[in-house]
């Protein structure tokens, strides 16, 4: 069973939008993390937020986290072509297992 | 920067045959992870280890085992691969403790025909 998923296969936005990913997730976690994987790589963190931690910014990205319901979301600001990517989230349940969703492909157009 | 890397990039094997897969972190990491990609499922958990000498399976690890001889390498055995081994492979390292971040290998994409 998937543990944490992202609401959405596919974004499109054109530069300079903002966009959100959201996401749930299933199980008591210690931390949830943000990772983006650029075509040919492996992914990469963005924002780890904590489970007593309710936002967490780090420049153009913004992560909310709500226990109660079990999601979160990643706001990105005045999008770029380079965002270009798929995001996931990644739960964390303080035992080194770390469980992804299945993505969702963001593109930005020019 | 923490460096994972995996080798080989790329990979044709033929069914029945073994595929061993490697990793190498230069970070002094003590965790370790494999994962697999495939087209809408993400990245799914196959094996993982605590420390040289310790496997310990994911959610996938059906068709393969896992060695960790030294804090530094770890890697992936399929002993008779299969098609449906057909995937992507990523191989990430990170240190014990909660909430810490994975680092990612570039990946490893094996072909079994």
């Known amino acids: 069973s998937q543990l944490a998923e992202e609401n959405l296969w596919a974004l499109s936005v054109h530069e300079g939008e903002s966009v959100t990913v959201n996401c749930s997730y299933k199980?008591?976690?210690?931390?949830l993390q943000w990772y983006r994987q650029k075509s040919g790589e492996g992914p990469a963190q963005l924002i780890l937020i904590r489970s007593n931690e309710r936002e967490k910014r780090n420049g153009r990205l913004r992560a909310t986290l709500d226990t109660s319901s079990q999601s979160s979301s990643l706001s990105i600001t005045a999008t770029r072509c380079e965002d270009t990517a798929v995001y996931f989230c990644a739960t964390d349940e303080g035992n080194n297992r770390i469980f992804f969703g299945d993505g969702t492909q963001l593109v930005v157009k020019p | 920067e923490a460096a994972v890397t995996q080798s080989p990039r790329n990979k044709v094997a033929v069914t029945g045959g073994k595929v061993t897969l490697s990793c190498n972190q230069t970070?002094?990491?003590?965790?370790m992870y494999w994962y697999r990609q495939d087209t809408g499922h993400g990245l799914r958990l196959i094996h993982y280890?605590?420390?040289?000498?310790?496997?310990e399976k994911g959610d996938i690890p059906d068709g393969y085992k896992a060695s960790r001889p030294s804090q530094e390498n770890f890697s992936l055995i399929l002993e008779l691969a299969t098609p449906s081994q057909t995937s992507v492979y990523f191989c990430?390292?990170?240190?014990?403790?909660?909430?810490?971040?994975?680092?990612f290998g570039k990946g490893t994409r094996l072909t079994v025909v």
């Open positions: 990430a390292s990170g240190w014990t403790g909660a909430n810490t971040e994975v680092f």
């Open positions: 970070n002094n990491h003590n965790n």
């Open positions: 280890s605590y420390g040289a000498g310790s496997t």
């Open positions: 199980t008591s976690i210690t931390a």
